[in-house]
């Protein structure tokens, strides 16, 4: 269902006989269209990638606030934007890799392996193959880097226990370079509509979201496939004080990769989202970009969201502050105008 996908397995006594005998598989594989866009999975006729996901839909999560459509027509501003965050690999400084070694005295298999999850990848692996979770130890080392992308089970590690137990044996593998950023879980592919409500002094009443998230072809475990659309859904209020809210978010099924957690599991995208919304607000009501984020931050907690998370205690405003001073703005302002007199761009 996607490329990267394992269909089948050598094994031999070095890496590099088991690389040549693996060229010695063939594999025929009738040519079917792929749909590797989320939109375009979304759309009628589009291949169907699960019988048990009719429309590519593999998941939708929605909510809305009571008063939700009164506030919206109250206001003085709608305010909308698009963002779309392309697909990405965490590339860890070391890729996968696993071990199993089958002790005989005991029947036992220890897996040594790069994952952030050691305890329920044992429960996982023991349920797969049927064994008692006794019977398995798993052991992770130092990983070379996480970021979310090895907390996920690896088809190639109940393979390795499989193996170990089968043949009594000990048996290895190690993903290369180009294996994981084929196949070694991706993130953070989605798009995002959001739609602000503002009234007349630029205070954000109300938000909408559509968010559009590519799960690729599989759920992922332990944290499945609905990892990215629902953090989304929960948390793209972000740290505005915003009592009106409504969201649609949907896992879309396609012919790639399947999605697991990265560094912030779609944070940086709302973040983005959200921050630009702000941005384009503040150019239409004529005001400055700072000017409005001290109108909207929260600053009094705890503090329950519109979708009803609590926030302990933060320092919203304090930050901003922290960061106009440390900037400059004022004087940055004039730097950025006179070099845009030059046709340089300064960004801040």
Known sequence: RFV???VAAVVAASEEAAEDIADLV??????????????AALLSGAPQLHAEAPGNVILEGKFKTPDFDAAWAGAH??????ARSRRQNATPMEARGGHAAYD???????L???TQMPHLMRTAIADLLGMPEADLRV??????GGFGQKMSLATEYVL????ARKHKSSFAWTEDRRENLIAGFHARDQYITLEGAFDQNAKLIALKADIVANVGAYSCFPTTCGV????AMAEMPGPYDVKHYETRARGVLTNTCTMAPYRGVSRPIITFTLERLMDKAARAFAIDVIDIRRRNLIDKFPYTSAIGLVYDEASYQQTLEMAVKAIDVPAFRARQKKARAQGRHLGI
Do not use: F, H, N, Q
Request: charged share 25%; aromatic share 2%.
């Open 139 to 144: 052991v992770a080392p130092d990983v070379g």
């Open 104 to 110: 005989a005295s005991t029947g036992r298999v220890t």
């Open 228 to 231: 990215e659309p629902l953090m």
């Open 112 to 114: 040594t392996c790069t």
């Open 77 to 82: 501003k709608i305010v909308s934007i698009e």
């Open 160 to 163: 390795l226990v499989w193996l």
């Open 26 to 39: 063939e594999v025929t594989i009738d040519e079917t269209t792929p749909v590797i866009d989320a939109r």
């Open 4 to 6: 990267g996908e394992p």
